[in-house]
């Protein structure tokens, strides 16, 4: 196999080697944002808990093709870790398991200069747009938008600033590849010499947070290299690839896919809107991207943006969250009804390139049933289209979750 040099080693290595001149560090959950610290007594104990989450899923399926789809059950998502707390030092280590495969979500320390200041870095969410500031366990539309899957990256090693003021909210990361998480794991450090490398923001400002009445708007905008890719032409990295199956856990069949190979860079942006009153918010995004080619090949551009209005039946108003910059999760006794529609394109003619473009509106209820415990139905209609050699496809699917976070 051939190996490809990038600058992702040096760079990320700098990053790792920057922040050995802090002290030393401790983990936090997703959820938890910049809480207060205090310096450690000599007699002060470091503070273990454990962090975990459990999906059960149903679902009742209707398609042309319906062999692709039987209705069923699953368990798509089983997490169990252990985060740590020592003054201003946090840290977490969580494991999944899902669809047969083990695989590390959470790894990462994190120091705290402050109550509205703080520096994190391992494999961890990298903030990009309003739905990255969440896990994809935690949308209120139980499937995330197929946008937000096809332009946002999953958990990625890096380093990642935050600084959560009162009226605004930002972020500053340096990460590499996503396939860094298993080569780096699997190959150990030679793994990192192969990897492409990427930088990220996410700028909001949020005049109004108080209960029932909220109005923030951001924008996020992203840097990233060619990644690995094993494609027609062998090993190669010098491209993007990009899949998204259709919105259910249950069953796993993929909806859209696309190839961008002879890349030099990628570009994208994604500003995001939030507005509640009393107990009624609007949630919503737009994504662009960019990716651009060596040898004369026109750039690949692809869209998306999803818009959610959701709304309390019962549990009074909404709450915001300062760490997270958006809603809070309702209190618990709650009944929330949403509904969604999301646009994702993956085809772009002047390039040549057609991933298939999606249409996906649904329409659901949530419970709180406590602060750990959801319970979740959604009803989805899904059509996707422009897909060469792939007939244009409808799909409608009624599904459960009992989902325990904690």
């Given at each position: 196999?051939?190996?490809?040099?990038?600058?992702?080693?040096?760079?990320?290595?700098?990053?790792?080697?920057?922040?050995?001149?802090?002290?030393?560090?401790?983990?936090?959950?997703e959820?938890?944002?910049?809480?207060?610290?205090?310096?450690?007594?000599?007699?002060?104990k470091?503070?273990?808990?454990?962090?975990?989450?459990?999906?059960?899923?149903?679902?009742?399926?209707?398609?042309?093709?319906?062999?692709e789809?039987?209705?069923?059950?699953?368990?798509?998502?089983?997490?169990?870790?252990?985060?740590?707390?020592?003054?201003?030092?946090?840290?977490?280590?969580?494991?999944g398991?899902?669809?047969?495969?083990?695989?590390?979500?959470?790894?990462?320390?994190?120091?705290?200069?402050?109550?509205?200041?703080?520096?994190?870095?391992?494999?961890?969410?990298?903030?990009?747009?309003?739905?990255?500031?969440?896990?994809?366990?935690?949308?209120?539309?139980?499937?995330?938008?197929?946008?937000?899957?096809?332009?946002?990256?999953?958990?990625?090693?890096?380093?990642?600033?935050?600084?959560?003021a009162?009226?605004?909210?930002?972020?500053?990361?340096?990460?590499?590849?996503?396939?860094?998480?298993?080569?780096?794991?699997?190959?150990?450090?030679?793994?990192?010499?192969?990897?492409?490398?990427?930088?990220?923001?996410?700028?909001?400002?949020?005049?109004?947070?108080?209960?029932?009445?909220m109005?923030?708007?951001?924008?996020?905008g992203?840097?990233?290299?060619?990644?690995?890719?094993?494609?027609?032409?062998?090993?190669?990295?010098?491209?993007?690839?990009?899949r998204?199956?259709?919105?259910?856990?249950?069953?796993?069949?993929?909806?859209?896919?696309?190839?961008?190979?002879?890349?030099?860079?990628?570009?994208?942006?994604?500003?995001?809107?939030?507005?509640?009153?009393?107990?009624m918010?609007?949630?919503?995004?737009?994504?662009?991207?960019?990716?651009?080619?060596?040898?004369?090949?026109?750039?690949?551009?692809?869209h998306?943006?999803?818009?959610?209005?959701?709304?309390?039946?019962?549990?009074?108003?909404?709450?915001?969250?300062?760490?997270?910059?958006?809603?809070?999760?309702?209190?618990?006794?709650?009944?929330e009804?949403?509904?969604?529609?999301?646009?994702?394109?993956?085809?772009?003619?002047?390039?040549?390139?057609?991933?298939?473009?999606?249409?996906?509106?649904?329409?659901?209820?949530?419970?709180?049933?406590?602060?750990?415990?959801?319970?979740?139905?959604?009803?989805?209609?899904?059509?996707?289209?422009?897909?060469?050699?792939?007939?244009?496809?409808?799909?409608?699917?009624?599904?459960?979750?009992?989902?325990?976070?904690?």
């Amino acid at each position: 196999m051939k190996r490809f040099h990038t600058p992702g080693a040096t760079l990320f290595g700098a990053l790792l080697i920057s922040t050995s001149l802090f002290p030393a560090s401790v983990f936090a959950s997703e959820t938890t944002a910049t809480p207060e610290q205090t310096a450690p007594s000599p007699a002060e104990k470091a503070q273990f808990s454990p962090v975990g989450t459990l999906l059960l899923d149903g679902g009742l399926f209707i398609s042309p093709d319906k062999q692709e789809f039987p209705d069923g059950v699953a368990v798509p998502d089983v997490r169990l870790g252990v985060a740590m707390k020592y003054g201003k030092w946090q840290a977490k280590v969580e494991a999944g398991f899902a669809y047969g495969k083990v695989a590390l979500k959470d790894m990462w320390m994190q120091y705290d200069f402050s109550t509205t200041d703080f520096l994190r870095v391992g494999l961890q969410m990298q903030q990009f747009g309003y739905q990255n500031a969440t896990a994809a366990c935690q949308k209120v539309t139980m499937i995330e938008p197929i946008s937000n899957t096809i332009f946002n990256e999953p958990h990625l090693i890096g380093i990642q600033w935050f600084h959560s003021a009162d009226k605004y909210f930002t972020t500053l990361s340096a990460h590499v590849e996503p396939n860094a998480s298993s080569k780096v794991l699997g190959r150990g450090a030679e793994g990192m010499s192969q990897e492409g490398y990427g930088f990220r923001t996410r700028l909001v400002a949020r005049p109004y947070h108080s209960s029932g009445r909220m109005l923030q708007a951001g924008i996020s905008g992203a840097f990233l290299t060619p990644q690995y890719h094993n494609g027609e032409e062998g090993d190669t990295h010098d491209a993007f690839s990009f899949r998204a199956n259709f919105p259910s856990k249950v069953v796993q069949v993929q909806a859209l896919s696309a190839d961008v190979s002879r890349a030099m860079n990628l570009w994208k942006l994604t500003p995001e809107l939030m507005a509640c009153y009393g107990p009624m918010a609007l949630e919503s995004q737009y994504f662009f991207m960019q990716i651009n080619r060596r040898g004369g090949l026109p750039a690949f551009r692809a869209h998306g943006a999803y818009a959610t209005l959701r709304g309390l039946i019962l549990g009074g108003d909404y709450q915001y969250s300062m760490g997270l910059a958006g809603i809070a999760n309702p209190q618990k006794g709650s009944l929330e009804g949403v509904v969604s529609y999301n646009y994702t394109g993956l085809s772009d003619s002047r390039a040549g390139i057609y991933g298939g473009r999606l249409n996906d509106i649904s329409v659901g209820v949530n419970y709180y049933f406590n602060r750990y415990i959801t319970g979740k139905l959604r009803y989805s209609a899904t059509h996707v289209w422009d897909r060469p050699g792939l007939k244009a496809h409808d799909f409608s699917a009624v599904q459960m979750r009992l989902q325990l976070i904690f």
